[in-house]
Every structure is written in structure tokens, then in C-alpha cells.
């Protein structure tokens, strides 16, 4: 407070640190603002997004009240800037580009359109030429800074750190491998050369274990397929209707149709499962033993919508999740469903490749090839199964013994 009762905003917290410029609120009076550190960059290419931010944990827009005001981000207040990596992607797969994007797009941009006001005729080849350069350019700085005076720490374990600290069983088997092709490792086996997942499969299957292939879709399905009612919930005065491209089209490459679903505008965010405690409890009341495969098999069809926006639309996908329907215990089914219910976007990949099952037990396998290794994503679900879903769990490790 000043003298007069004016609030100095001396504590805030970001909305959304995923956000390039981002905004403050403060603690002590609600008002919302942006760093003077960002005008300049934000007036001049980010005009769009300065009037809101949307908070992080509910996707709700929130206006910003007081515009640009000088000592508000960590960095201006000599504090640490905030770490925020963003997710693995195609082509952000780096530690660079996922913990530098904000710099990486801050530095790029002006650069680029530096040299578009020193080139205003230039062909459109040669500017694009122009900006790859740019963009390599830039990278190669951020590295060369990161090197020297690095502005984060790279917090992430490594695999064998992940695999230490979380308790994690590794089983190992030893094969011939095929000198690398297009298709990625691939092993020789009784003289036929399969992927690594299919020699793992063998290997159990040789044991007396039924394998099912899986990956994260089949659990995209089961979530689309047992929690559509809930989801879609008309009752929910968040739920509206949003339009997406029709998944089909853009697999076989043609134009589709516009698809329409219904959702709740802070759908997969953290504070969904919160807003939504109660309704959750009830839906998971109908969850009964001898009911949940016939649930499952009754809504595959009304979940279509639902399931098409989740990219879990594919028929073999359905299959395998109902086989996990048939597999797993209720409670289990549960457990994994209100885990995706906590942070949908957060939770829906690392998932295992392999469920190994008999005789009412099971157990999940990720298979490692010799030169592969975990991504973040399966770190995280590694950590969150340690800590939360306690699913039985196997790392296969495939030595190479040698090369054909
Ligand atoms: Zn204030
Ligand atoms: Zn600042």
C-alpha cells in the first residue's frame, strides 16, 4: 500500500506461464497486468493478446484491468524467471526449444521482421529462405547462451534416474538386430526380422501370458467411451458447443466436414475434476462389476462425437479398449479414469506398450530397444504410477547382441 490506500501490487502470481506475454494478478486486490519488460514486444506483434489471459488451471479468460506497469514479472522484481518447459512435440522435442520457446519466438520474431523492413521487396522464396536462416540462427544463440550463463535449470530426470528413484523393475533380453531401416529398430528372430514390440510379445506369450498391444489410444477411447455422459453433462452450465475437423478426413487427406460436440469450456484443465467433485462420485456409483462391460459396449456408439475430438475414433482402438474394460478390475478402471479426469491434457500420454495378462492377473511393459530411450512423457507416468496409480509395471530392456 502506498500512503494514500493505493495497492503496490507487491505480490502476484502469473495466470498462465504458458502464455508468451504473460499476466499478473495480484495477490492483495484482484487486478490483473503485464510486465513492462513485454510492451514493446507485445504492442508489436501480440496485439491481440493483451486484453485477457486465460488462467492455467481453469481456461477461464480473465480481462486484464491495468494494462503494462513496470516491476511485475520475477525478473524485473530480481527474482528467478519462471521455468515452464513446454510439452514434447514434433519438432520441440530439444531441451532448448522446450524450456527457451518464449525467448526462441521473442528473438526470432523481431529479427524477422527486422529483415523484412530491410528486404520490402523481397520474393517470397528468399524471404522464407530468409527466416529458416533466422530461426537457425537464433537457436544456435539461445545454445551458445544456455551454455555459457544458462537462464534455467533443466530439472528432468534421466531414464536410469527415473528408473532408480521410482522402484522400477527392469527385465532384460538379449537379440540380433537388423541394421537400422526406415521403420526403426527392428530384430531378427527364428530368422524373420519383426519390431521389437512383436519379439517382446513372443517372449511373453512363450511364458503363458496373453499380450495386448497398447500405447495411450486405447485409453483415450476408454475415457471418451466411460465418461461421455459426464462430460457432455447438459446439466453443466460450462458445456458448449465446439467445432473441430472431421479426424477421418484428415487421416485419408480429404476436406471433411466441420464436426460439432458438445464441452465444457475448462475441459482437461486441472480445475475441472475440482469444479465437477460431486458429479464425478455419482457417475463412477454406476460403475458395478457385472454391468461395466455391457456400460462400455452401450456407449461406444453415443460417444462417437466425443471420442472423434479425442483422435480415439479408430475401430482397432475400441477393441483394445474394450479388451482393457474386460482386463482390469472395476476399482482399477476407476482409478486410471479419475487420474485422466485430473488434468486430461497433463495425463493422456506415456501410457505402457504392452498389457500382459492371465488368470485374473497383470501387469504392465514398456519395451526399450537398445537406443531407446523413455520420453518425458513416459517419465511422467512413470513418477505418477509410483506415486498415485500403483499399477503393476515393467520396464523390457532389448540388448543388442549383435548387428545383421
Ligand atoms: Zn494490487
Ligand atoms: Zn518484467
Redesign the pocket.
Known amino acids: 500500500m502506498t500512503e494514500d490506500g493505493e ?6 502470481s502469473c495466470l498462465n506461464q504458458f502464455e508468451l506475454v504473460r499476466k499478473y494478478r ?6 490483473v497486468m503485464m510486465c513492462a519488460c513485454d510492451e514493446e514486444f507485445g504492442e508489436k506483434f501480440l496485439a491481440h493478446q493483451l486484453r485477457e489471459g486465460t488462467e492455467l488451471e481453469t481456461q477461464v479468460r480473465i480481462p486484464v484491468t491495468h494494462g503494462f506497469l513496470s516491476g511485475i514479472c520475477p525478473e524485473c522484481r530480481g527474482l528467478p524467471p519462471v521455468t515452464a518447459p513446454m510439452a514434447a512435440i514434433p519438432g520441440r522435442t530439444s531441451k532448448i526449444k522446450r524450456y527457451y520457446w518464449r525467448e526462441l519466438f521473442f528473438a526470432v520474431r523481431t529479427a524477422q521482421a527486422m529483415w523484412d523492413d530491410e528486404h520490402p521487396r523481397a520474393a517470397p522464396e528468399d524471404r522464407e529462405r530468409a527466416h529458416a536462416q533466422i530461426e537457425r540462427e537464433v537457436l544456435d544463440e539461445i545454445k551458445q547462451l544456455h551454455a555459457s550463463t544458462p537462464r534455467y535449470t533443466f530439472t528432468e530426470l534421466s531414464q536410469a534416474e527415473v528408473i532408480e528413484r521410482y522402484g522400477v523393475e527392469v527385465e532384460a533380453l538379449s537379440a540380433t538386430y537388423a541394421r537400422a531401416g526406415a521403420k526403426g529398430a527392428q530384430i531378427v528372430d527364428e530368422g524373420t526380422v519383426i519390431s521389437p514390440e512383436e519379439f517382446t510379445a513372443r517372449h511373453y506369450r512363450n511364458q503363458g501370458w496373453s499380450v495386448l498391444p497398447l500405447e495411450s489410444v486405447p485409453f483415450h477411447v476408454l475415457f471418451g467411451v466411460m465418461l461421455w455422459t459426464l462430460i457432455q453433462d447438459p446439466r453443466d452450465p460450462l458445456v458448449r458447443m465446439v467445432g473441430f475437423g472431421c479426424r477421418a478426413a484428415f487421416e485419408d487427406k480429404r476436406e471433411g466436414d466441420q464436426n460439432w460436440t458438445h464441452l465444457p469450456s475448462d475441459f482437461g484443465s486441472l480445475g475441472y475434476s475440482q469444479r465437477r467433485a460431486e458429479a464425478i462420485d455419482r457417475h463412477f456409483e454406476q460403475f458395478i462389476d457385472e454391468h461395466i462391460e455391457w456400460l462400455f459396449d452401450y456407449w461406444v456408439p453415443h460417444s462417437e462425437r466425443l471420442r472423434q475430438y479425442l483422435w480415439a475414433h479408430r475401430p482397432e482402438d475400441v477393441e483394445r479398449a474394450c479388451e482393457l474394460v474386460a482386463i482390469l478390475p472395476t476399482a482399477t478402471l476407476i482409478e486410471i479414469l479419475r487420474y485422466l479426469l485430473d488434468g486430461y491434457w497433463e495425463h493422456y500420454l506415456g501410457w505402457p506398450d504392452l498389457l500382459l495378462h492371465r488368470e485374473g492377473t497383470f501387469t504392465f511393459v514398456e519395451v526399450k530397444s537398445s537406443s531407446d530411450k523413455l520420453s518425458e512423457e513416459q517419465k511422467r507416468w512413470i513418477a505418477d504410477n509410483h506415486d498415485r496409480l500403483q499399477l503393476p509395471f515393467r520396464v523390457l530392456k532389448i540388448h543388442r547382441t549383435a548387428t545383421i
Open positions: 495497492c503496490t501490487h507487491e505480490s502476484v495480484c495477490d492483495d486486490c484482484a487486478a
